[in-house]
T-cell receptor, first 114, second 115 residues
């Protein structure tokens, strides 16, 4: 799996957009970018994933650069409840082998301030 | 719609007792996963069920741990003769199968404390 690099922490003002970067310069052509988060004392939460096109859902937007070496998760209007550790993961999208074992790196602690 | 549910939310047990943890996955999700998370640590994969295929039990830490799943519904994780090092949050997740297997939806977890 491609390695990812994320800043250890970020701050964001409530109501503003939170832009969380992730570098994955060794990503392969068949690897997807997934984002999860874990709010303190809760289970992990799947947010979004993409291959090369930008993606948007009810939670967030994912912007992937044209060369796919980096991506940005955007929370358009951050709230206090978005304070969490955000994990960027790169994995192949097919179900071969033991691809389903979810593992997290260190992630980015996003703190949304009032 | 209903998400993944787990019960109990908290369990305190004495060392040496058996415990049973339950997971109700999202309806229609063929894949079910159990993970363990110790305080301040990452996810530790325990076991994976996919439809009628043989489960992947490669993450179970010892033979005191076992899990079952009834069809594509409820799963139970059983820990026999609990030890203090078993104290952790036990998380269940479910997903659609195949290439959706990395979009996992987690329950709130069961916090197990072995005294």
């Amino acid at each position: 799996d491609a390695k990812t690099t994320q800043p250890p922490s970020m701050d964001c003002a409530e109501g503003r957009a939170a832009n969380l970067p992730c570098n994955h310069s060794t990503i392969s052509g068949n690897e997807y970018v997934y984002w999860y988060r874990q709010i303190h004392s809760q289970g992990p939460q799947y947010i979004i994933h993409g291959l090369k096109n930008n993606e948007t859902n009810e939670m967030a937007s994912l912007i992937i650069t044209e060369d796919r070496k980096s991506s940005t998760l955007i929370l358009p209007h951050a709230t206090l409840r978005d304070t969490a550790v955000y994990y960027c993961i790169v994995r192949v999208g097919h179900s071969g082998g033991s691809n389903y074992k979810l593992t997290f790196g260190k992630g980015t602690l996003l703190t949304v301030n009032p | 719609g209903a998400g993944v549910s787990q019960s109990p939310s908290n369990k305190v047990t004495e060392k040496g007792k058996d415990v049973e943890l339950r997971c109700d996955p999202i309806s229609g999700h063929t894949a079910l996963y159990w993970y363990r998370q110790r305080l301040g640590q990452g996810l530790e994969f325990l076991i994976y069920f996919q439809g009628n295929s043989a489960p992947d039990k490669s993450g179970l830490p010892s033979d005191r741990f076992s899990a079952e799943r009834t069809g594509e519904s409820v799963s139970t994780l059983t820990i026999q003769r609990t030890q203090q090092e078993d104290s952790a949050v036990y998380l269940c997740a479910s997903s659609l199968g195949g290439h959706h297997s990395y979009e996992q939806y987690f329950g709130p977890g069961t916090r197990l404390t072995v005294t």
